[in-house]
């Protein structure tokens, strides 16, 4: 749109109105509301230009996707009281169906959107994770859920003596098998088809990650996924949880808010605290948790803990 227009340099009202095919003092309405946030600057000519903010968010990969999805959780959110409610169908469960169901149940076309869209964010979501998360030491590394292997390309390459384990949905892993192969990883990483719902999880990692996972599901099913994972891991093996979280105590923007309605949006999960994901892992028999200090909440905070050795 605008803002990719931008990119070639500043532009006048008028020669952007003619290019959207808006009217001239529509345009320049708009113009100024990317200035109010501070999307955009206006020059001395009156020729607009990107701000420092607006071309970090076109150069983020996969934001620009995300922020055009979220037409389906902005139709749920028009009616707030229907959404707290519960009981119809919305927008975002037609859209994420993928949360309902188990292997054999997701359509391939909508496995591919959700692996696309899940790849694109997953870029910033790896980079935050690998900041809090400390691999050192990790062998083989089991991730699950993992989607088309973006979390697990950044780690192996952080951790090149590593190699690891990929386990979803059967009809994701074809994303992942194109993914690992352009980063030319294939042969570090096995791919797994399954669903943790009704299948145990592959043994022999000595770490197991959860990356945007948990606050799909509700308790019984992180409960029920938390106890295979503690089952898989050998005595001293490692778990490690990435996701947004609420705050507690002390409720948070992006996780109280944002990811608490989206969640609610989708039919199913939740987003926990960092103090409620932890006692779900001790009650897997986990212990020595660690949470660490987030650099960017809005993206992913983290969890760390291990099997008792």
């Given at each position: 749109g605008i803002l990719r227009s931008l990119l070639e340099g500043p532009e006048s009202v008028s020669g952007l109105a003619i290019r959207a095919g808006i009217s001239p003092d529509r345009m320049a309405q708009l113009l100024r509301a990317g200035v109010a946030l501070r999307l955009l600057r206006r020059g001395s000519r009156g020729r607009y230009a990107l701000s420092r903010r607006g071309a970090a968010l076109l150069g983020v990969p996969g934001l620009e996707a995300m922020i055009r999805h979220n037409?389906?959780?902005?139709?749920?959110?028009?009616?707030?009281?229907?959404?707290?409610?519960?009981?119809?169908?919305?927008?975002?469960?037609?859209?994420?169906?993928?949360?309902?169901?188990?292997?054999?149940?997701?359509?391939e076309d909508v496995a591919a959107r959700y692996s696309e869209l899940m790849a694109l964010s997953q870029v910033l979501v790896a980079q935050d994770s690998l900041r809090m998360i400390d691999m050192t030491g990790v062998a083989r590394l089991l991730d699950v859920g993992g989607g088309a292997g973006v979390f697990l390309s950044h780690v192996l390459r952080a951790c090149?003596?590593?190699?690891?384990?990929?386990?979803?949905?059967?009809?994701?892993?074809?994303?992942?098998e194109a993914h690992l192969a352009q980063e030319g990883l294939t042969a570090r990483v096995t791919l797994y088809p399954g669903s943790f719902r009704s299948e145990p999880l592959p043994r022999g990692a000595d770490a197991v990650s959860l990356v945007r996972v948990l606050y799909d599901h509700d308790d019984d099913t992180v409960s029920a996924l938390l106890t295979k994972v503690h089952d898989a891991l050998p005595p001293g093996g490692r778990l490690f949880v990435s996701e947004p979280m609420a705050g507690g105590d002390r409720p948070e923007r992006s996780g109280d808010i944002y990811y608490a309605f989206y969640t609610m949006a989708m039919g199913a999960g939740k987003t926990r605290s960092a103090s409620e994901i932890a006692g779900l892992c001790r009650a897997a028999g986990f212990e020595g948790i660690r949470i660490p200090r987030a650099p960017r909440p809005y993206i992913t905070s983290a969890l760390t803990c291990v099997k008792r050795a």
């Amino acid at each position: 749109g605008i803002l990719r227009s931008l990119l070639e340099g500043p532009e006048s009202v008028s020669g952007l109105a003619i290019r959207a095919g808006i009217s001239p003092d529509r345009m320049a309405q708009l113009l100024r509301a990317g200035v109010a946030l501070r999307l955009l600057r206006r020059g001395s000519r009156g020729r607009y230009a990107l701000s420092r903010r607006g071309a970090a968010l076109l150069g983020v990969p996969g934001l620009e996707a995300m922020i055009r999805h979220n037409r389906a959780f902005y139709a749920d959110m028009a009616d707030p009281v229907a959404l707290l409610r519960g009981g119809g169908e919305t927008e975002l469960q037609r859209f994420w169906p993928y949360v309902q169901g188990a292997a054999g149940e997701v359509s391939e076309d909508v496995a591919a959107r959700y692996s696309e869209l899940m790849a694109l964010s997953q870029v910033l979501v790896a980079q935050d994770s690998l900041r809090m998360i400390d691999m050192t030491g990790v062998a083989r590394l089991l991730d699950v859920g993992g989607g088309a292997g973006v979390f697990l390309s950044h780690v192996l390459r952080a951790c090149p003596q590593a190699r690891a384990d990929l386990f979803d949905l059967p009809e994701v892993l074809p994303a992942a098998e194109a993914h690992l192969a352009q980063e030319g990883l294939t042969a570090r990483v096995t791919l797994y088809p399954g669903s943790f719902r009704s299948e145990p999880l592959p043994r022999g990692a000595d770490a197991v990650s959860l990356v945007r996972v948990l606050y799909d599901h509700d308790d019984d099913t992180v409960s029920a996924l938390l106890t295979k994972v503690h089952d898989a891991l050998p005595p001293g093996g490692r778990l490690f949880v990435s996701e947004p979280m609420a705050g507690g105590d002390r409720p948070e923007r992006s996780g109280d808010i944002y990811y608490a309605f989206y969640t609610m949006a989708m039919g199913a999960g939740k987003t926990r605290s960092a103090s409620e994901i932890a006692g779900l892992c001790r009650a897997a028999g986990f212990e020595g948790i660690r949470i660490p200090r987030a650099p960017r909440p809005y993206i992913t905070s983290a969890l760390t803990c291990v099997k008792r050795a």
